[in-house]
């Protein structure tokens, strides 16, 4: 019985980093997720390298053609994505 009070403590110290830190890491990776799947050709976004840029083309790989000044257009990662600026509505049905 004494052998498993001195875990007690050892048990706390993980709970409170599961519930400071790993937690909020994955709900912050989820949303991460969330954002790079839902980009769209129009959307405004910022590279993790600080690049402003409109997506011009969503391709396959996981891949996005962006249009970083006009004429100049390079493909990046979609993970790379840090942040979208402003999102286009989605196309309606005509």
Known sequence: MEAFG???PLILIFAI???LLIRPQQKKMKEHQNMVQNLRRG???V???GLIGKV???KENNELELELAEGVKVRVVQSTIAQVLS???PATEA
């Open 87 to 89: 999102k286009t509505e």
């Open 6 to 8: 001195q875990f007690i």
């Open 43 to 45: 959307d405004q976004v």
């Open 17 to 19: 980093m599961y519930f």
């Open 47 to 49: 590279t993790q390298g």
């Open 56 to 58: 011009v083309k969503v």
